[in-house]
């Protein structure tokens, strides 16, 4: 499809194991962001990625959370020893071009929604 | 700190009555306002960009607006089908990197 793709779109997992999320962006899109939606949090930045690199790692909320991105392209965040406040969905969006000096609009996926048990 | 307000949290319509919804910021310069439409369980759907006061877009029966201080999205004859969350975002200069904060969105409900 022409649209950010996110997998799975549910995940439900025992407290304190390790869960991958998985992004797959709108061809051509060089910037990638990830967000986190929870009930009465609103939507909250994660982090950002140009190309490969990460500049902008200021939302990850703990050192639980990782992100890495390939190629370009696909985008996956790790969250280990997950604990009951992580639930929440995961959105992933991406964008023609980020920078400093970006306005462009960004196009989110439909999110992966994670249960921690 | 950016800071992003909507109001009212939640509206609801009769099936043809317009209304508006607010979206007050504060941010040391503006880069943009965005507006999203999302829909239960899916992602929000990007509908407008404002880059500057005095600005309008329009689609369809939504038009927004944008001044200094807060941006407009306005709903003229709305149908059920416009029932969702409305979000607005801004990013700013001092925003590293073109993130978006984000407003806690407009629960909007039209009746038939």
């Known amino acids: 499809g022409a649209g950010v793709s996110q997998s799975p779109s549910n995940k439900v997992t025992e407290k304190g194991k390790d869960v991958e999320l998985r992004c797959d962006p709108i061809s051509g899109h060089t910037a990638l962001y990830w967000y986190r939606q929870s009930l009465g949090q609103g939507l909250e930045f994660l982090i950002y990625f140009q190309g490969n690199s990460a500049p902008d790692k200021s939302g990850l909320p703990s050192d639980r959370f990782s992100a890495e991105r390939t190629g370009g392209s696909v985008s996956t965040l790790t969250i280990q020893r997950t604990q009951q406040e992580d639930s929440a969905v995961y959105l992933c969006?991406?964008?023609?071009?980020?920078?400093?000096?970006?306005?462009?609009?960004?196009?989110f996926g439909d999110g992966t929604r994670l249960s921690i048990l | 700190e950016d800071q992003v307000t909507q109001s009212p949290e939640a509206l609801r319509l009769q099936e043809g009555e317009s209304s508006s919804l607010n979206c007050s910021y504060t941010?040391?310069?503006?880069?943009?306002l965005f507006w999203y439409r999302q829909d239960p369980g899916k992602g929000p759907e990007f509908l407008f960009t404002?880059?500057?006061a005095g600005e309008e877009k329009e689609k369809e029966r939504l038009k927004a607006t944008l001044t200094k201080k807060e941006s407009f999205l306005h709903i003229t004859a709305p149908k059920p089908e416009d029932s969702a969350t409305y979000l607005c975002?801004?990013?700013?200069?001092?925003?590293?990197?073109?993130?978006?904060?984000f407003g806690q969105g407009t629960i909007l409900t039209v009746h038939p």
């Open positions: 969006a991406s964008s023609r071009n980020g920078g400093r000096g970006s306005n462009q609009p960004q196009h």
């Open positions: 975002a801004v990013q700013a200069p001092g925003t590293s990197y073109g993130k978006l904060t």
């Open positions: 404002l880059y500057s």
């Open positions: 941010v040391s310069g503006l880069r943009g």
